[in-house]
């Protein structure tokens, strides 16, 4: 079982559904070829999958192009269904800097098959994340900074201000198709510059105010 760990706090939370945004910034629903949708596009990541900043992500052998994608996450701090407004933004308990690793190549056969996602998003080691701050101790602005570098180089810079759908607005989506509860995490989705990592490639990814993790893969 993966838990939940916090910055300034011992509890440890277990880690339950895992809910993923995609296509969630214009810019990068266009540098893969995809419209910019009209609801958010949403997929499940599995919580084994879960490691923390400072361990290694694992290339599986049957990829030839792993991406990065940095996401802001937020933790469900409480059961919500059907959330108003205010209920999705009190449900909303904290936030972290997440890695949705991403097998693109199976992700695009895949598509074109018409079948779903789930094996190009959900392998050991494809969630990485940093410890989460709580909304007590850091009320999200919605326009920090969000970046990703590779062995140094920036490869994503943007802000959260660019996302289309809100953490407030993906809670009360979300929890109209399914309940949210307690240790669910949402991962909000990726801005631009994505791209491919290969083993001894380093990764360092930052939320302004929110924190930070590092990563490397291994064979
Ligand atoms: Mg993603």
Redesign the pocket.
């Given at each position: 079982m993966k838990y939940i760990k916090f910055k300034n706090k011992r509890e440890q939370v277990p880690i339950g559904k895992i809910v993923?945004v995609?296509r969630n910034y214009a810019e990068h629903a266009k540098e893969l070829g995809n419209e910019v949708p009209e609801f958010p596009v949403i997929f499940l990541k599995a919580a084994s999958n879960v490691i923390y900043s400072g361990e290694a992500v694992i290339h599986p052998k049957y990829s030839k192009n792993l991406h990065h994608?940095v996401?802001l996450v937020l933790y469900i701090g409480h059961t919500v269904k059907n959330a108003t407004e205010e209920e999705a933004e009190k449900a909303i308990y904290g936030y972290a800097v997440g890695l949705?690793m991403?097998l693109r190549d199976l992700q695009f056969d895949l598509m074109k098959k018409g079948d779903p996602w789930t094996l190009s998003k959900n392998f050991d080691t494809s969630a990485v994340l940093s410890d989460f701050i709580l909304r007590d101790e850091y009320q999200l602005k919605g326009n920090e900074k969000i970046f990703l570098s590779v062995n140094g180089n920036t490869r994503q810079n943007s802000t959260l201000k660019n996302m289309l759908f809100s953490p407030t607005k993906l809670v009360m989506y979300i929890s109209e198709k399914m309940t949210l509860e307690k240790g669910d995490l949402i991962?909000t989705?990726?801005p631009e510059g994505v791209g491919r990592v290969i083993p001894g490639d380093k990764i360092f990814a930052e939320i302004e105010n929110v924190g930070s993790l590092e990563t490397y893969i291994v064979e």
């Open positions: 993923c995609g994608e996401e949705d991403t991962f989705g990726t």
